[in-house]
């Protein structure tokens, strides 16, 4: 799996006009993969999601921002960032143009997820039970290509 330079990801999305980035991640444990129920009330409420957030100007990268957002959605650590997954727009709840940057990540401690901003987790082989939005299950399905191929 081939992970772009974060410098060039920045570049096109300021060239794209995207007004907010946000990082997220296929965790994968034991064949599973870690969704997030997003609260009833939330922009996009009561939908499965990977764990994501905005990058804040506080981060250093798109790295630093994917290692905080995931602590801060589940309490878990990423120990490794294995590849590049894709990126999709959207246009956020306040309005802006927003690009997603997602990547497949490993986590030191998958059995203590710690929820703070969502209403449910699952560690799911299939979306079946858990709809997604089809552009998280694309970023899903092209993680499943690389580990089965």
């Known amino acids: 799996m081939s ?7 920045a570049r096109q999305d300021i060239t794209d006009g995207i007004a907010q980035q946000v990082v997220g991640a296929v965790i994968e ?8 129920k997003r609260p009833a009330d939330d922009f996009r409420g009561g939908t499965w999601e990977l764990p994501s ?11 630093a921002a994917l290692h905080r957002e995931v602590t801060e ?27 997603q940057h997602t990547w497949a990540v490993v986590v030191t401690n998958p ?17 079946r039970d858990h709809p997604v939005s089809d552009e998280v ?9 690389t580990v089965t191929s």
Do not use: C, M, N
């Open 3 to 9: 992970t772009p330079e974060l410098t060039d990801i």
């Open 29 to 36: 444990a034991a064949g599973t993969i870690l969704l997030l």
């Open 53 to 63: 957030g905005k990058v804040e100007a506080t981060d250093t990268d798109l790295f």
């Open 73 to 99: 959605e589940t309490g878990l650590t990423i120990s490794e960032v294995t590849g590049y997954l894709g990126a999709f727009d959207y246009t956020s709840g306040s309005g802006k143009h927003t690009r």
């Open 111 to 127: 059995d203590e997820v710690r929820l703070s901003e969502h209403d449910d987790s699952a560690w799911v082989a299939t979306t």
């Open 137 to 145: 299950q694309r970023l899903i399905d092209a993680h499943l290509a």
